[in-house]
């Protein structure tokens, strides 16, 4: 417990220091995303699938910078079609190698895309919405605040209250009286962010923090079903206590597109 609580301890500082302009703020989560990347790939290794890893991670970085490029530099969307012919090369990479399950290791690849790389690119295009092309920290750090605000909230109502299981198949521990504790939490945290960043209206942060209460509480239940599917406890050991970096940011994976879409119809 120690140790969890100084893992957690120092890497929050970390992460509350990459917010401190676009440039800290970019590099940290493209190097976070591409090592959460090479977790869910080493995680799908240990059931035999064996997804194209290095041409994964080029196209992962491609595509993070490429929205990076579009937000300081207004580069068109459509610069993103030049990854089209690295991400197709795995089905003729596929072909010269001696798989018996050839499309589960292609299907496996593009997951990873999905699941990983597309969600944190939404959640670093939350520091430019205001503005798209000036970097402000007031909508990534909320988004952080308000998801640590569910987490501590739900791990203290379910160790005092929790008896009804909320998803018990995939989350033994999970309860719904921590789900609205959790949302709770999260719902004074989203009031107390409005007073701080008065740019939204309080009823339109707490229809963001209930949106990452839910969608993240998801988030952590996928990440679950995909260990559980695996035989796996933890994503990685990168963080003592912690385990792995998809591990922390499960909630986030889910989230975070939905966030950016409520956000992005509400402004614009």
Same mark, same amino acid.
């Given at each position: 417990?120690?140790?969890?609580?100084?893992?957690?301890?120092?890497?929050?500082?970390?992460?509350?220091?990459?917010?401190?302009?676009?440039?800290?703020?970019?590099?940290?989560?493209?190097?976070?995303?591409?090592?959460?990347?090479?977790?869910?790939?080493?995680?799908?290794?240990?059931?035999?699938?064996?997804?194209?890893?290095?041409?994964?991670?080029?196209?992962?970085?491609?595509?993070?910078?490429?929205?990076?490029?579009?937000?300081?530099?207004?580069?068109?969307?459509?610069?993103?079609?030049?990854?089209?012919?690295?991400?197709?090369?795995?089905?003729?990479?596929?072909?010269?190698?001696?798989?018996?399950?050839?499309?589960?290791?292609?299907?496996?690849?593009?997951?990873?895309?999905?699941?990983?790389?597309?969600?944190?690119?939404?959640?670093?295009?939350?520091?430019?919405?205001?503005?798209?092309?000036?970097?402000?920290?007031?909508?990534?750090?909320?988004?952080?605040?308000? #998801?640590? &605000?569910? +987490?501590? !909230?739900?791990? =203290?109502? %379910?160790?005092?209250?929790?008896?009804? @299981?909320?998803?018990?198949?995939?989350?033994?521990?999970?309860?719904?009286?921590?789900?609205?504790?959790?949302?709770?939490?999260?719902?004074?945290?989203?009031?107390?962010?409005?007073?701080?960043?008065?740019?939204?209206?309080?009823?339109?942060?707490?229809?963001?923090?209930?949106?990452?209460?839910?969608?993240?509480?998801?988030?952590?239940?996928?990440?679950?079903?995909?260990?559980?599917? #695996?035989? &796996?406890? +933890?994503? !990685?050991?990168? =963080?003592? %206590?912690?385990?792995?970096?998809?591990? @922390?940011?499960?909630?986030?994976?889910?989230?975070?597109?939905?966030?950016?879409?409520?956000?992005?119809?509400?402004?614009?």
């Amino acid at each position: 417990m120690k140790t969890r609580a100084i893992t957690a301890f120092f890497f929050t500082l970390v992460m509350l220091g990459s917010l401190i302009n676009g440039y800290a703020f970019t590099g940290f989560y493209l190097v976070l995303s591409i090592i959460a990347l090479l977790e869910f790939y080493k995680l799908v290794k240990t059931s035999g699938i064996r997804p194209h890893r290095n041409i994964a991670v080029v196209a992962a970085a491609i595509i993070f910078l490429l929205t990076a490029s579009y937000h300081y530099f207004q580069f068109e969307l459509k610069y993103l079609l030049l990854i089209v012919p690295l991400i197709f090369s795995v089905f003729i990479f596929e072909l010269y190698k001696k798989e018996k399950i050839p499309f589960a290791n292609i299907s496996y690849t593009f997951v990873g895309f999905i699941y990983v790389t597309v969600p944190f690119c939404f959640f670093y295009s939350l520091g430019f919405l205001a503005d798209f092309n000036q970097y402000n920290f007031h909508l990534p750090l909320a988004f952080l605040l308000l #998801l640590w &605000a569910n +987490d501590t !909230g739900a791990y =203290l109502f %379910g160790v005092k209250w929790g008896k009804h @299981r909320l998803f018990e198949r995939h989350s033994p521990k999970k309860s719904w009286e921590g789900f609205f504790g959790g949302m709770f939490t999260s719902l004074v945290v989203s009031y107390l962010i409005s007073l701080q960043f008065p740019e939204m209206k309080p009823i339109v942060w707490a229809g963001m923090s209930i949106l990452i209460v839910c969608f993240g509480t998801l988030g952590d239940l996928v990440e679950s079903m995909l260990k559980r599917s #695996l035989d &796996a406890k +933890d994503s !990685g050991s990168f =963080l003592p %206590g912690h385990g792995g970096f998809l591990d @922390r940011f499960d909630g986030l994976l889910i989230a975070a597109p939905v966030v950016y879409v409520y956000l992005y119809l509400i402004l614009y």
